[in-house]
């Protein structure tokens, strides 16, 4: 109770509280910047904090940290492009929904199930950091591959309800993750004598080019074709938060947090995978899960739920072990040990109060991020009534700046181009775009871990099989596998689903 007191005292500042809603603000900007990320907007404020107290200094870090995080989702809803990779899911229920004239009540949405999936990650990041962490240093390479394989059995359902289609995206993003050296012996793969290649695709260009590229083509095409949709109609007076609407999906919320934090827990994983795994865990929960990927809140609240509770957990190995999950932790332990915090076991016996100090300016950053999206979220909304002519060459100077600022590379900017012509004829075929993400960031983890797995257990296969958590998840993935397959041949041929869920959402709102 003497640390908890004396962290209250040391964060009771005005100064400590404004610096963290400056901060949140600032890394909700660079979240919702394609190619701007978490760890950028951390490294850009580390300089900053080099004249603060170690509380303000901390406190600072991780609200550009949380907003970051949070900003991704706000393109992702209104322009179908992420701002961050964690963002992906959210665009394939939140871009529909704003196409539908629901731009108000997607934005709802996701910000209130930010903040939830927020505070409950900080619960569980108080009460459970011990366990989890060591939980997570039982993943070695035969646990990493498992948990890739189970990520590649979800991208069968992330493509229109078409398991081919999901399957053959998730081929290309596979196939993409092997261009490069050899994650083991170096050997070039792909590269077509091109230097640029040697490190592998940079998921940066494909990521902008995939979502946004491929919309603005999507767009001045319809346009010079007279096909262009007249501008929808926004709903401004959902543009509220539904917490009745997410206290029905309190299942769902329950779920997605528990994936967010035990992923975000395992060094490596990230919130690309828990959103994925946590749209899927929804859909199969739902008692409408036809409604996916046409616009439906279960599934805005999966995705930002975990994507968020995904920052709890990947605190919890950097605090207890000194081991940071991911790059943007990665900075912000640097950003710590600045300020004369050392992560790791010893940490919560030496610095208590510093510790609680954490945890509480990780809840008051989550409520920052909730106060400042929820007082813009009209502002947002009304980026949808600028005219497409001036909005496509915007969003176009904003991939090119994202993509070229962070490494000066002209070969990327021709490479995001490439993507966006993929993601366009993937689009307009039905295949979807976010398979080929998806298995493009889960393809090295899973290739290199199964090598390095041969490696270690001497060509042994059965200890992928053996080992607890391995054996788990690969039974798992069988069972999805299985589900899906069965729910595709229930789906009576020449039966075609609805394609929005406009009128029911409408109906939803007036019963509310």
């Given at each position: 109770?003497?640390?908890?007191?004396?962290a209250?005292?040391?964060?009771?500042?005005i100064k400590?509280l404004?610096?963290?809603?400056?901060?949140?603000?600032?890394g909700?900007?660079m979240g919702?910047?394609p190619g701007l990320?978490?760890a950028?907007?951390?490294?850009?404020?580390?300089?900053l904090?080099?004249g603060?107290g170690?509380v303000?200094?901390i406190?600072?870090l991780?609200?550009?940290?949380?907003?970051?995080?949070?900003?991704?989702?706000?393109?992702?809803?209104?322009?179908?492009?992420p701002?961050?990779?964690?963002?992906?899911?959210?665009t394939?229920?939140?871009?529909?929904m704003a196409?539908?004239g629901?731009?108000g009540k997607?934005l709802?949405i996701?910000?209130?199930?930010?903040?939830?999936?927020?505070?409950?990650?900080?619960?569980?990041?108080i009460?459970?950091?011990p366990?989890?962490a060591?939980?997570?240093?039982?993943?070695?390479?035969?646990?990493f591959?498992?948990?890739?394989?189970?990520?590649?059995?979800i991208i069968a359902s992330v493509?229109g309800?078409?398991?081919l289609r999901g399957?053959?995206?998730?081929?290309?993003?596979?196939?993409?993750a092997?261009?490069g050296?050899?994650?083991?012996?170096?050997?070039l793969?792909f590269t077509?004598?091109?230097?640029?290649?040697?490190t592998?695709?940079?998921l940066?260009?494909?990521l902008?080019?995939?979502f946004?590229?491929?919309?603005?083509m999507?767009?001045?095409?319809?346009s010079v074709?007279?096909?262009a949709?007249?501008?929808?109609?926004?709903n401004?007076t959902s543009?509220r938060?539904?917490f009745?609407?997410?206290?029905?999906?309190?299942?769902?919320i329950?779920?997605?947090?528990v994936i967010g934090?035990?992923?975000?827990?395992i060094?490596?994983a990230?919130?690309s995978?828990s959103?994925f795994?946590?749209?899927?865990?929804?859909?199969?929960?739902s008692?409408t899960?036809e409604?996916f990927?046409?616009g439906?809140?279960?599934g805005l609240?999966?995705?930002e739920t975990s994507?968020n509770?995904t920052a709890?957990?990947a605190?919890i190995?950097m605090l207890t072990?000194?081991?940071?999950?991911?790059v943007?932790?990665?900075v912000?332990?640097?950003g710590?040990?600045?300020?004369?915090?050392?992560?790791?076991?010893?940490?919560?016996?030496?610095q208590?109060?510093?510790?609680y100090?954490?945890f509480?300016?990780f809840i008051l950053?989550?409520?920052?991020m909730f106060?400042?999206?929820?007082?813009?979220?009209?502002l947002f909304?009304r980026?949808?009534?600028v005219?497409?002519h001036?909005?496509?060459p915007?969003?176009?100077?904003f991939?090119v700046?994202?993509?070229?600022?962070?490494?000066?590379?002209?070969f990327?900017?021709?490479?995001?181009?490439?993507?966006?012509?993929?993601g366009?004829?993937?689009?307009?075929?039905?295949?979807?775009?976010?398979?080929?993400?998806l298995?493009?960031?889960?393809?090295?983890l899973t290739e290199?871990?199964?090598?390095?797995?041969?490696?270690?257990?001497?060509?042994?296969?059965?200890q992928?099989v053996?080992?607890?958590i391995?054996?788990?998840?690969?039974?798992l993935?069988?069972?999805f596998?299985?589900?899906?397959?069965?729910?595709?041949?229930?789906?009576p041929k020449?039966?075609?689903?609805p394609?929005?869920?406009?009128d029911?959402?409408?109906?939803?709102?007036?019963?509310?």
């Amino acid at each position: 109770m003497d640390a908890i007191l004396d962290a209250v005292g040391m964060i009771a500042n005005i100064k400590v509280l404004f610096a963290i809603f400056a901060a949140t603000f600032l890394g909700l900007i660079m979240g919702s910047l394609p190619g701007l990320t978490a760890a950028m907007a951390i490294a850009l404020l580390i300089p900053l904090t080099f004249g603060m107290g170690p509380v303000m200094g901390i406190a600072t870090l991780l609200g550009a940290f949380c907003g970051a995080i949070a900003g991704g989702a706000v393109p992702a809803v209104l322009l179908g492009i992420p701002g961050t990779p964690s963002s992906v899911a959210t665009t394939l229920d939140g871009f529909p929904m704003a196409r539908n004239g629901q731009a108000g009540k997607a934005l709802g949405i996701v910000i209130s199930s930010s903040f939830v999936g927020g505070i409950l990650g900080a619960v569980l990041l108080i009460l459970l950091s011990p366990p989890i962490a060591s939980f997570a240093l039982r993943f070695g390479p035969a646990e990493f591959f498992s948990l890739g394989i189970f990520g590649l059995v979800i991208i069968a359902s992330v493509s229109g309800g078409s398991m081919l289609r999901g399957l053959f995206g998730g081929l290309i993003g596979l196939f993409l993750a092997t261009i490069g050296a050899d994650p083991m012996t170096g050997v070039l793969r792909f590269t077509g004598g091109q230097p640029d290649l040697i490190t592998g695709i940079n998921l940066l260009p494909a990521l902008i080019g995939l979502f946004a590229v491929s919309q603005v083509m999507q767009d001045i095409i319809e346009s010079v074709n007279e096909k262009a949709v007249a501008p929808i109609t926004q709903n401004f007076t959902s543009a509220r938060p539904p917490f009745r609407l997410l206290a029905k999906a309190w299942k769902i919320i329950a779920s997605s947090t528990v994936i967010g934090v035990v992923v975000g827990a395992i060094p490596g994983a990230g919130g690309s995978i828990s959103s994925f795994l946590s749209y899927e865990q929804a859909r199969r929960m739902s008692k409408t899960p036809e409604k996916f990927g046409k616009g439906h809140h279960e599934g805005l609240i999966a995705t930002e739920t975990s994507n968020n509770a995904t920052a709890g957990g990947a605190l919890i190995p950097m605090l207890t072990l000194g081991v940071p999950g991911e790059v943007a932790t990665a900075v912000l332990m640097g950003g710590l040990t600045i300020q004369g915090v050392r992560p790791g076991p010893a940490l919560f016996n030496e610095q208590a109060s510093i510790v609680y100090a954490i945890f509480i300016a990780f809840i008051l950053a989550n409520i920052a991020m909730f106060v400042l999206q929820l007082g813009g979220i009209r502002l947002f909304v009304r980026i949808l009534k600028v005219p497409s002519h001036i909005m496509m060459p915007l969003i176009l100077m904003f991939c090119v700046v994202g993509v070229f600022g962070v490494n000066g590379s002209y070969f990327e900017l021709w490479l995001m181009f490439a993507f966006g012509v993929l993601g366009y004829f993937l689009n307009r075929f039905g295949f979807g775009t976010a398979p080929v993400i998806l298995g493009l960031i889960l393809g090295s983890l899973t290739e290199s871990n199964l090598r390095r797995g041969m490696i270690v257990f001497d060509g042994d296969w059965s200890q992928f099989v053996l080992r607890p958590i391995s054996a788990t998840l690969l039974l798992l993935s069988l069972l999805f596998l299985g589900m899906i397959i069965y729910q595709n041949r229930r789906v009576p041929k020449g039966v075609d689903e609805p394609k929005s869920t406009l009128d029911t959402d409408k109906k939803e709102q007036t019963n509310e």
